[in-house]
């Protein structure tokens, strides 16, 4: 009542809002004592809480514990009843009777021990005939049985009476890696049975307790290992078995996956076996068949174990068409891509384009005993969703690699070859004198005679008809090609004759013998002749772009071989025509250059399988390939590319060493003339001279009287430029001159030209010592020079040659020059006429003197001084010169050349003694034998030498 009449004060005293402060006050009191009685009991009660708190939770997890404690219980019972759990069991008989003795019997334990000790031998029994299906029923059986004697109500009881249990079913763990190492050899490597295959994927899946996605992948990894492993290189297989392997894996392969996942009407055969086994009804079609037992030891198997069946464990979903497309496609390229490599690296240890075709042959002719067409488009649809050809998606392309790679390897190799058998032959010309001599002078090959000359049984045979083999050594000889250039050129036909001979077997032409030797159900298809038609076509196209690029490369290396920079011989003035014939050999680098341009100059003329390999793509043409095989040529402008440049790489080291040759002429001369002549004075100068011939000339005196007299005209070029020319000559023909080409001619005469008139231009810059008589000489020399040396063409020397005549003539007396100019123009060209065989080398082409254009007084005039044969130059196609065989003793030339006399009686008196000594050394009679004698021997040989000669001796060579 207290507290009733203290709330009616409350509000009596207070307003509404000051009663509603007070309950607030009033309440927020209660919370703090609240508040500082929770703190004093939490302090001194909370581990008496938290104590409470975990019995409580101790409390809930025992009771949870012991009620799973109970279902375990349940469960085990559970089980006891039912044997094992997952296996499919029937608790009563037909007839609504359970007749199945009880799970301890003794009776059935015993039977149960008993078909475990049975199952090891039937395992082995099966294993060993690779009856794997079987095996892994018989093992999951015996894996059953023993589960269910573990759990058998007296099972400690049982395996303490029977201690075989367990060994039994240690040797019966053993086949479970056994069934599964065959099934997967065998799912690896089988190539035609096809239910094998599917019987072991069936046991896989039962022992590794997996599904169809998983079967499917473990299958595609097995197939992909063992395709990589049939193709991975071993010492003890070729390529074409590991090849063939590969192949017949591969189209098995997709035919063995194709049949066993791919659905058809619904089911794939893997969903149908496994149905079989997990599904079968009654007693025959149990595991516990297969060990054949009588019906009364079955009698006493419990239940579930006479009627066990193999149960799948994992996912038995169908697999559908589609995933296994993209589980295959996945699978498809990874193979292509690794096997790509591997064919590569396998292929690579193939060294011959016939062991390529013969691998080509072999993989087609699996294809065509293996593959129905219309089958295995169906199979590539279903699998790979297109058309898939095992040749062209797989192995066609690394063939067709390698082939090039073998090409361009033996065109390397052969062009290795040849460098260094010109480079050894470039060693020997610098270390042996001899062969230096032989190979720098090559004259006495070219104009010896020789069995192998002539032709055999082809005689009457046209030159164009001949091949270069036919054409026997005259052709060699006509060319300049010694025995040693002939050899390196042989090998070098020789390996691209053995190269085109390999790359012929890639044709489908060469393979038409193996065709016809099988039936008509493996002839070849129309696509394997298009296929081989143009990988062959392919084969030949780089085959002539490689040769080409490999002899452009040769020549190259060819030219390297040649010295570049090659000093000028030092000169040596020759005493007379008699020295040694070897003195005009050239040096060494000077052999080299000339032995290599003239080795540029031979491949495209004795290898003729360079013109084939530069031609090859028109091989492809029966036509052309037949003609070719007959003898024929074939042009292409590949092959020309390769000519023009062996024929420019020649042509360059024949100028590099006939400049060096005229660098020597001009050095020769100007040491001639600027030391000899300058130094020695006017009596050097006389001594030098040749002899001038005497002219009789009439001039009217006072009152009409004729006046004769006599005077000294020159009639000879000057010693030294004589022999200066006839060793540039005789250096020239040492290598063939004829075989030169003419543009190296006309820069050869040019050169000459040019080295005799710098010098000359050099001996005219001290006039100090030119006398009226060296003038004369002079003026002959330069017209001399400028009537057998000149160019027409070259105006620039011409007038160079025309001021230096002018400038001499200025040094003669007028009266003189007027009496002396014709008599020296004719002597000029008589003199020219007289030399140009001997100079036949370096004569200009269009400077040729002909006999019809001399006149009459100067033919009979000369004919007391014809110290030179007159023999007409041959026309187109030239020699420099004709000899004849050299006797053994070679017979001296007299010479008239003797020192010119000042007065006119010397010079009459001299030429006089000169002929007396003449017939008083040779009498009539003896110089009639010794003519008739040198004219029967020249007959005779000319007659051998003429014999001898077709139309291939006088070959386009000079003319190129």
């Given at each position: 009542?207290?507290?009733?009449?203290?709330?009616?004060?409350?509000?009596?005293?207070?307003?509404?809002?000051?009663?509603?402060?007070?309950?607030?006050?009033?309440?927020?009191?209660?919370?703090?004592?609240?508040?500082?009685?929770?703190?004093?009991?939490?302090?001194?009660?909370?581990?008496?809480?938290?104590?409470?708190?975990?019995?409580?939770?101790?409390?809930?997890?025992?009771?949870?514990?012991?009620?799973?404690i109970?279902?375990?219980?349940g469960?085990?019972?559970?089980?006891?009843?039912?044997?094992?759990?997952?296996?499919?069991?029937?608790?009563?008989?037909?007839?609504?009777?359970?007749?199945?003795?009880?799970?301890?019997?003794?009776?059935?334990?015993?039977?149960?021990?008993?078909l475990?000790?049975?199952?090891?031998?039937?395992?082995?029994?099966?294993?060993?005939?690779?009856?794997?299906?079987?095996?892994?029923?018989?093992?999951?059986?015996?894996h059953?049985?023993?589960?269910?004697?573990?759990?058998?109500?007296?099972?400690?009881?049982?395996?303490?009476?029977?201690?075989?249990?367990?060994?039994?079913?240690?040797?019966?763990?053993?086949?479970r890696?056994?069934?599964?190492?065959?099934?997967?050899?065998?799912?690896?490597?089988?190539?035609?049975?096809?239910?094998?295959?599917l019987?072991?994927?069936?046991?896989?899946m039962?022992?590794?307790c997996?599904?169809?996605?998983?079967?499917?992948?473990?299958?595609?990894?097995?197939?992909?290992?063992?395709?990589?492993?049939?193709?991975?290189?071993?010492?003890?297989?070729?390529?074409?078995?590991q090849?063939?392997?590969?192949?017949?894996?591969?189209?098995?392969?997709?035919?063995?996956?194709?049949?066993?996942?791919?659905?058809?009407e619904?089911?794939?055969?893997?969903?149908?076996?496994?149905?079989?086994?997990?599904?079968?009804?009654?007693?025959?079609?149990?595991?516990?068949?297969?060990?054949?037992?009588?019906?009364?030891?079955?009698?006493?198997?419990?239940?579930?174990?006479?009627?066990?069946?193999?149960?799948?464990?994992?996912?038995?979903?169908?697999?559908?068409?589609?995933?296994?497309?993209?589980?295959?496609?996945?699978?498809?390229?990874?193979?292509?891509d690794?096997?790509?490599?591997?064919?590569?690296?396998?292929?690579?240890?193939?060294?011959?384009?016939?062991?390529?075709?013969?691998?080509?042959?072999?993989?087609?002719?699996?294809?065509?005993?293996?593959?129905?067409r219309?089958?295995?488009?169906?199979?590539?649809?279903?699998?790979?969703?297109?058309?898939?050809?095992?040749?062209?998606?797989?192995?066609?392309?690394?063939v067709?690699?390698?082939?090039?790679?073998?090409?361009?390897?033996?065109?390397?190799?052969?062009?290795?070859?040849?460098?260094q058998?010109?480079?050894?032959?470039?060693?020997?010309?610098?270390?042996?004198?001899?062969?230096?001599?032989?190979?720098?002078?090559?004259?006495?090959?070219?104009?010896?005679?020789?069995?192998?000359?002539?032709?055999?049984?082809?005689?009457?045979?046209?030159?164009?008809?001949?091949?270069?083999?036919?054409?026997?050594?005259?052709?060699?000889?006509?060319r300049?090609?010694?025995s040693?250039?002939?050899?390196?050129?042989?090998?070098?036909?020789?390996?691209?004759?053995?190269?085109?001979?390999?790359?012929?077997?890639?044709?489908?032409?060469?393979?038409?013998?193996?065709?016809?030797?099988?039936?008509?159900?493996?002839?070849?298809?129309?696509?394997?002749?298009?296929?081989?038609?143009?990988?062959?076509?392919?084969?030949?196209?780089?085959?002539?772009?490689?040769?080409?690029?490999?002899?452009?490369?040769?020549?190259?290396?060819?030219?390297?071989?040649?010295?570049?920079?090659?000093?000028?011989?030092?000169?040596?003035?020759?005493?007379?025509?008699?020295?040694?014939a070897?003195?005009?050999?050239?040096?060494?680098?000077?052999?080299?250059?000339?032995?290599?341009?003239?080795?540029?100059?031979?491949?495209?003329?004795?290898c003729?399988?360079?013109?084939?390999?530069?031609?090859?793509?028109?091989?492809?043409?029966?036509?052309?390939?037949?003609?070719?095989s007959l003898?024929?040529?074939?042009?292409?402008?590949?092959?020309?590319?390769?000519r023009?440049?062996?024929?420019?790489?020649?042509?360059?080291?024949?100028?590099?060493?006939?400049?060096?040759?005229?660098s020597?002429?001009?050095t020769?001369?100007?040491?001639?003339?600027?030391?000899?002549?300058?130094s020695?004075?006017?009596?050097?100068?006389?001594?030098?001279?040749?002899?001038?011939?005497?002219?009789?000339?009439?001039?009217?005196?006072?009152?009409?009287?004729?006046?004769?007299?006599?005077?000294?005209?020159?009639?000879?070029?000057?010693?030294?430029?004589?022999?200066?020319?006839?060793?540039?000559?005789s250096?020239?023909?040492?290598?063939?001159?004829?075989?030169?080409?003419?543009?190296?001619?006309?820069e050869l005469?040019?050169?000459?030209?040019?080295?005799?008139?710098?010098?000359?231009?050099?001996?005219?810059?001290?006039?100090?010592?030119?006398?009226?008589?060296?003038?004369?000489?002079?003026?002959?020399?330069?017209?001399?020079?400028?009537?057998?040396?000149?160019?027409?063409?070259?105006?620039?020397?011409?007038?160079?040659?025309?001021?230096?005549?002018?400038?001499?003539?200025?040094r003669?007396?007028?009266?003189?020059?007027?009496?002396?100019?014709?008599?020296?123009?004719?002597?000029?060209?008589?003199?020219?006429?007289?030399?140009q065989?001997v100079?036949?080398?370096?004569?200009?082409?269009?400077?040729?003197?002909?006999?019809?254009?001399?006149?009459?007084?100067?033919?009979?005039?000369?004919?007391?001084?014809?110290?030179?044969?007159?023999?007409?130059?041959?026309?187109?196609?030239?020699?420099?010169?004709?000899?004849?065989?050299?006797p053994?003793?070679?017979?001296?030339?007299?010479?008239?050349?003797?020192?010119?006399?000042?007065?006119?009686?010397?010079?009459?008196?001299?030429?006089?003694?000169?002929?007396?000594t003449?017939?008083?050394?040779?009498?009539?009679?003896?110089?009639?034998?010794?003519?008739?004698?040198?004219?029967?021997?020249?007959?005779?040989?000319?007659?051998?030498?003429?014999?001898?000669?077709?139309?291939?001796?006088?070959?386009?060579?000079?003319?190129?």
């Open positions: 009542m207290a507290n009733e009449d203290e709330v009616t004060l409350l509000f009596e005293r207070h307003s509404v809002a000051q009663v509603q402060e007070i309950l607030r006050k009033t309440r927020s009191n209660i919370e703090c004592k609240k508040e500082d009685l929770r703190v004093m009991v939490g302090e001194r009660y909370r581990d008496l809480i938290e104590a409470a708190d975990t019995i409580a939770e101790m409390r809930e997890s025992a009771e949870a514990i012991c009620n799973n109970k279902t375990m219980e469960l085990c019972e559970s089980l006891q009843q039912r044997g094992l759990i997952g296996f499919k069991t029937q608790s009563q008989q037909s007839d609504g009777k359970d007749r199945s003795p009880a799970p301890d019997s003794h009776y059935s334990v015993a039977v149960q021990v008993y475990l000790v049975r199952v090891p031998e039937a395992l082995w029994g099966l294993t060993e005939h690779s009856q794997y299906l079987p095996a892994t029923q018989l093992l999951l059986l015996a059953h049985t023993h589960t269910a004697l573990q759990l058998s109500p007296k099972a400690a009881k049982v395996f303490s009476w029977f201690p075989i249990i367990e060994r039994q079913w240690a040797s019966i763990t053993h086949f890696s056994t069934i599964v190492r065959g099934c997967s050899n065998l799912i690896s490597y089988e190539a035609d049975n096809v239910q094998a295959v019987d072991a994927v069936v046991s896989v039962l022992v590794e997996c599904s169809c996605a998983e079967a499917l992948s473990r299958v595609l990894h097995l197939r992909h290992a063992a395709l990589m492993a049939s193709i991975t290189l071993r010492p003890s297989a070729t390529a074409k078995a090849i063939s392997q590969f192949t017949t894996l591969f189209l098995s392969s997709l035919h063995i996956i194709h049949a066993v996942f791919v659905g058809v619904g089911k794939s055969l893997l969903e149908k076996r496994l149905q079989e086994i997990v599904q079968g009804e009654g007693e025959g079609s149990s595991p516990i068949s297969l060990l054949q037992e009588s019906s009364l030891t079955l009698s006493f198997l419990p239940q579930s174990t006479r009627n066990f069946r193999p149960s799948v464990q994992g996912s038995a979903k169908p697999l559908g068409n589609e995933l296994v497309k993209q589980q295959v496609v996945i699978w498809l390229n990874k193979v292509l690794e096997a790509s490599k591997n064919l590569a690296t396998l292929l690579s240890f193939t060294t011959s384009i016939k062991a390529l075709a013969m691998i080509r042959s072999s993989v087609w002719e699996i294809c065509r005993t293996r593959l129905d219309e089958h295995w488009n169906k199979i590539t649809s279903a699998l790979y969703g297109a058309s898939f050809d095992p040749w062209d998606s797989v192995v066609r392309g690394q067709t690699e390698r082939a090039r790679q073998v090409v361009t390897s033996q065109l390397t190799v052969s062009k290795e070859a040849i460098v058998m010109v480079a050894r032959l470039t060693k020997d010309i610098a270390a042996d004198p001899k062969i230096c001599i032989e190979e720098g002078d090559i004259s006495n090959f070219v104009w010896s005679e020789s069995a192998g000359d002539l032709p055999e049984r082809i005689g009457w045979t046209s030159s164009a008809a001949r091949s270069v083999a036919q054409s026997g050594g005259l052709y060699y000889k006509t300049g090609y010694t040693r250039l002939q050899t390196v050129c042989r090998a070098l036909n020789s390996r691209l004759t053995a190269l085109l001979q390999d790359v012929a077997h890639f044709s489908y032409e060469s393979e038409k013998g193996d065709y016809l030797s099988v039936n008509d159900k493996n002839s070849p298809s129309e696509h394997e002749k298009n296929s081989a038609l143009e990988d062959y076509r392919t084969l030949l196209s780089f085959l002539q772009d490689a040769s080409c690029s490999t002899f452009i490369q040769l020549v190259k290396e060819l030219e390297e071989l040649a010295p570049h920079h090659i000093s000028s011989p030092t000169s040596q003035i020759m005493e007379g025509w008699d020295d040694d070897s003195g005009i050999a050239p040096s060494i680098p000077l052999t080299i250059t000339a032995v290599v341009g003239r080795t540029c100059q031979a491949l495209p003329n004795i003729s399988q360079m013109q084939i390999c530069a031609s090859a793509s028109n091989l492809v043409n029966p036509d052309v390939a037949r003609r070719v003898g024929s040529k074939i042009e292409s402008e590949s092959w020309t590319k390769v023009l440049e062996l024929q420019e790489t020649g042509s360059r080291l024949f100028g590099r060493f006939l400049k060096s040759l005229t020597a002429l001009h020769e001369l100007k040491m001639y003339l600027t030391s000899e002549l300058s020695g004075g006017v009596a050097a100068s006389i001594k030098a001279f040749p002899s001038w011939e005497m002219v009789d000339i009439e001039e009217e005196g006072e009152g009409g009287i004729v006046v004769k007299s006599s005077i000294h005209v020159p009639a000879h070029p000057t010693p030294a430029l004589t022999q200066a020319l006839g060793r540039l000559c250096s020239v023909n040492s290598v063939a001159a004829h075989t030169i080409t003419r543009n190296a001619q006309s005469a040019s050169s000459a030209c040019e080295a005799v008139t710098s010098a000359y231009e050099s001996s005219l810059l001290d006039p100090g010592q030119m006398t009226q008589t060296l003038a004369l000489q002079f003026i002959f020399d330069l017209k001399f020079v400028q009537t057998i040396l000149l160019p027409r063409d070259n105006k620039e020397m011409g007038a160079r040659l025309t001021a230096m005549v002018l400038e001499l003539e200025q003669v007396d007028p009266f003189d020059l007027d009496v002396f100019a014709p008599h020296v123009s004719t002597r000029v060209k008589l003199s020219a006429h007289r030399s065989v100079l036949g080398a370096v004569l200009s082409r269009d400077r040729q003197i002909t006999m019809g254009r001399l006149s009459a007084s100067s033919s009979s005039g000369a004919s007391r001084n014809n110290a030179l044969p007159l023999v007409m130059p041959v026309e187109i196609p030239r020699f420099s010169n004709v000899p004849l065989p050299i053994s003793s070679r017979p001296s030339i007299p010479s008239s050349i003797s020192s010119p006399s000042l007065s006119l009686a010397d010079t009459i008196g001299d030429k006089t003694s000169k002929q007396d003449l017939k008083a050394e040779s009498s009539p009679s003896t110089a009639h034998r010794e003519r008739s004698s040198a004219t029967l021997s020249a007959s005779r040989s000319a007659a051998s030498l003429f014999s001898a000669m077709s139309s291939s001796w006088f070959g386009s060579s000079s003319s190129s």
